[in-house]
Every structure is written in C-alpha cells, then in structure tokens.
C-alpha cells in the first residue's frame, strides 16, 4: 500500500493543524494505522494510533488530549487533528501501516510509511 501524507505546515503556538494521509493500492480496512514523528536529533517516536474498525484509539502521553486520531475506511484516509500545538510539537509527521490490526508503539511493526510532512511551529 502506498500512503501520502499532507497538511503540514507552519503554525504559532496554540494553533491548530489537521494531517490527512492517503492510502491507496492495498486493502486499507484492513490496516491499522500510527502516526509518528521525528524531529531533528531525535528518534522516531509514536503519537497516535487507531485500529481497523477505528473504534480503538492510542496516544503518546505528549499528545493526549491535544490530538486525535481517525479514520474513514471508505476515503481509505486516515487523520491527525492537532490542537493546541506547542513548539516541541514540532516535526516531521509519519503516517504508517501496520498489518497486524493492534496499535503499537513500536515503528518496527509497521510495515508502510508515508513520505512525511512537516509541522514547524512558533513559539
């Protein structure tokens, strides 16, 4: 499956952003979806994930609260809604795959990635 991600851009602290990634090629409804980020030094890190049914949802500690993950089979679409975004929120944002139906915060799990878009914002 291929995964397009979009959305990023630059905001001030407070603000809000909404990512959208796009699937297409394989079975989505099939996939659990994870989005994950990277800022520069750092690690890949786990913010969010939401099961096949998109009933089940997880959150990095950093984000809850602030972030929602959800999905809509049927636009084979998955979404970050970022609120109240803070200069450490900062990053390159990953949409991923993951075959097995269960959110992990592993990336190894998953198994396609999106290209990433980035999330700069301003204190």
């Known amino acids: 499956v291929q995964l397009q991600a979009s959305g990023g851009g630059l905001v001030q602290a407070g603000g809000s952003l909404r990512l959208s990634c796009a699937a297409s090629g394989g079975t989505f409804s099939s996939y659990a979806m994870g989005w994950f980020r990277q800022a520069p030094g750092k690690e890949r890190e786990f913010v969010a994930g939401v099961t096949v049914s998109g009933v089940n949802t997880d959150y990095a500690d950093a984000v809850k609260g602030r972030f929602t993950i959800s999905r809509d089979n049927a636009k084979t679409t998955v979404y970050l809604q970022m609120n109240n975004l803070q200069p450490e929120d900062t990053a390159v944002y990953y949409c991923?795959?993951?075959?097995?139906?269960?959110?992990?915060?592993?990336?190894?799990?998953?198994?396609?990635w999106g290209q990433g878009t980035q999330v700069t914002v301003s204190s």
């Open positions: 991923a795959a993951n075959q097995r139906n269960y959110i992990s915060k592993s990336l190894f799990v998953y198994t396609f």
